[in-house]
């Protein structure tokens, strides 16, 4: 008997299931990529490139900050015409795009980083449609954000490119909503000290439709519908019945609530658990549009002086900054590059991440709510704030976008307003529009906290009293004073104003692989400095329980054109990995042995094969085993046992002329590394 019951369980969830899939689907709203495939590509502004068309595959870009030219032809029947408008949806074009189909502009949108999407029915023909999107990343674009920045500003087309045709006269969920899915999954009980027991939610619905709607057909239903992933069951379920007005082109906005008793939690790395949920227009019996996502319940609170809490604890918020740049690709990344930052990120262990310093790839959100890695999100407002009512609009736009298009992912805790904003500079006066972008972002998005990074260490400026929390980005040891001073500098800030939450946005040092020092200074692009500054600086971090939040600068290295120093100029060297992700530098290896406690051992200085002195230190980065043994050219040392600071040095070994093998393991043998050094004695060179 007892056998059978799973199936009869099992038969009673089927049916269920199929009670809900009654309604047929018949899409009113159906997307065409246009992303594979040859688009001709000409510079414009008459640079080098202006000639004539070469064809490229999207996406692509340039380090010119200058105008270009993409288009490519596309068969599309009448029937398909007829059946319903044509909208274009780009995921990124930097930084302006203006979009002409046959021809004909239809559109314009300014900023490099967020989706955007233009009608472009009244221009496209059968059998052929010609589109075509001037893209211009000119230094002249002074209503544009970031007018200043620290990294590469690369022209281009990046992300996904594609077609709707859409169905008139049918609600549909709204294209036009700052190209926002026009879905909004809002945890309302998501800001709080204590671990929620319900999960409350308002599910925010934009519906439009292209046409009007007749008086004895407007009425349509919402269904909303969350599942536990993998076996499918149903653990809320709502359907709401609305009417749109007779010119629906106006959207409405719905609002459908739900709750779920006793909610599993997204729990950051521990369990970053994510239910699946769909909205569904249901019109005249058939489902006419539906989006699935991903959501998460959480709550969380900032305290200033016990830092940030997930679920009612205190849970460390550490981890790095990330650009989205590549080398030799610029922006013009595929998901599997993400993925790979990600792996990173998994293999460090780390529990945030900033993307800096603009709106990242909505693929990137989704990996960091599936890793449990807690995010920053920003918009490029970069040092200078000019008394420019249109950049002001962009600026807001352009935090609408980053908001309404990102709002479903559960990682995404705070809406960055802003980086290192001038407030001594007598031209720039940021203080208006911090205040217009916080209001902005409580209007779209009541439910999340806004910061900004500051490099002014006078917490007391009125400016900071607007946002929710401030970090600062803090380079003690790099282009300030010593490392030593990251703790007392962060104590006095602390103290300045002890009623807003601090945390550190930005710390760091730059290092070439190929550049090494058995006496490292300051600045000197060593890796071995590099690690040094963060032995020092990481402790002074994690003792200080007040901060919410710590990221290093950077992940990675990235292009940065106006940075002259080290191995490469035209790069910025504080990555913890290099530019194309192929090396992790010795940094890397300290921080995964600070934050992942999986057994390792990691010889430090293993690419400073040429030894300069016969007398070394030889250090060890280790984590998850007890003690830590050591032989040099086959000789024992004396093992050590694990330090909580991770750093584990034998100092004055001294090297044979020759090679030299050092290998280090765990005692039991189960983690080893080894790395061979040369020596060549003066005596031997004169010889
Ligand atoms: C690009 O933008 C700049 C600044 O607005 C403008 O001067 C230039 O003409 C534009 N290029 C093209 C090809 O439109
Ligand atoms: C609907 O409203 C828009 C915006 O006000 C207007 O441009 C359009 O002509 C209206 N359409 C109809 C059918 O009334
Ligand atoms: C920083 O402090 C550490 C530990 O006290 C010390 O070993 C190191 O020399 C100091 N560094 C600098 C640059 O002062
Ligand atoms: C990764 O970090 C989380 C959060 O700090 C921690 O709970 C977990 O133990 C860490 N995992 C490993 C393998 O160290």
Known sequence: MLVFLPILALLALTRLHMRTRVTPTKLAKHYTSLSDGAWLF????????????????????????????????????????????FVLDFGAVSAEATVFVNGMEVG?????????????????????????????????LTDVLPLKADFNLYGG?????GYHIVKQNTPVLNLFSNGSPGVKFMQTNAISRYRPDVAEFNTVVSVA?????????????????????????????????????????????????FSMRKPRLWDGRADPFLYSATVSIIYQQNIVDSYTTNIGVRSYF???????????????????????????????????????????MDELNTTALRCAHYQHSDYTYSLADKYGIVVWAEIPNLE?????????????????????????????????????????????????????????????????????????PDLSHSMLSI?????????????????????????????????????????????????????????????EYQSLLHEQTWPQLKMRKFLWWKTVFNLADFGNEADSEGEIHGRSDVGLVTYDRSVRKDAFYF????????????????????????????????????????????????AMDLREDRVHVWTGVSLLDGGNDIVASSSDGSVVDSVRWMFTSTANEGA
């Not at 999407?117 to 002249?140: C, E, H, Q, W």
């Not at 550490?318 to 790979?340: C, E, F, K, M, S």
């Not at 703790?487 to 190929?514: M, Q, V, W």
Request: some cysteine; proline content about 5%.
């Open 467 to 527: 946002v929710d929390a401030v970090a600062v980005n803090l380079y003690d040891g790099w282009h300030d004073s010593s490392p030593n001073m990251t703790g007392p500098d962060l104590d006095r800030y602390h103290s300045s104003n002890n009623r807003i939450s601090l945390g550190i946005s930005e710390y760091g040092a730059g290092a070439s692989i190929y550049f090494h020092s058995e006496f490292p200074v300051q600045r000197d692009h060593t890796e």
């Open 209 to 257: 439709c292209l046409g009007v709607m007749r008086e004895d057909s407007r009425y349509f239903n919402v269904k909303v519908e969350v599942f536990y992933p993998g076996i499918g069951r149903r653990v809320a379920s709502r359907n709401a019945r609305f009417s749109l007005n007779f010119n629906c082109t106006i959207a409405s906005s719905f609002t459908i609530p």
């Open 591 to 638: 921080y995964k042995a600070v934050w992942n406690s999986e057994p390792m051992v990691y010889i430090t200085s293993r690419r400073f094969k040429k030894r300069e002195m016969q007398s070394v230190d030889v250090k060890v980065y280790a984590s998850g085993v007890q003690t830590i043994s050591l032989t040099v050219n086959g000789v024992q040392m004396s």
């Open 42 to 85: 000409r510079m414009a502004d008459g640079g080098a490139g202006s000639e004539h068309d070469t064809t490229v595959r999207l996406p692509h870009g340039f380090g010119e900050r200058s105008a270009a030219w993409f288009a490519r032809g596309l068969s599309v029947s009448q029937t398909l015409l007829d059946s319903g408008a």
């Open 302 to 344: 900032l305290d200033p002086e016990r830092g940030f809490l997930l679920n009612g604890r205190e849970y460390p918020l550490h981890g790095v900054n990330l650009h989205q740049d590549w080398l030799n690709l610029g922006w013009a990344i595929t998901p599997r590059y993400t993925l790979q930052n990600f792996k990173m």
């Open 157 to 161: 087309i990046f992300r996904d490119i």
């Open 384 to 456: 200078v704030s000019p008394a420019d009512p249109l950049y002001y609009a962009n600026a807001v736009s352009q935090l609408q976008e980053l908001v309404s298009q990102s709002y479903n992912h559960p990682s995404i805790l705070f809406w960055s307003l802003g980086n290192e904003l001038s407030v001594t500079d007598a031209s720039s006066f940021p203080m208006p529009l911090v205040f217009m972008l916080h209001e902005a972002a409580k209007l779209e998005d009541p439910y999340r906290l806004t910061v900004m990074a500051i490099n002014t």
């Open 108 to 140: 314009r949108h300014r900023g490099g980083f967020s989706r955007f999407r233009l009608d472009g029915s009244k221009y496209a023909t059968a059998p052929f449609t010609v589109i075509s999107v001037l893209t211009n990343n000119s230094r002249g």
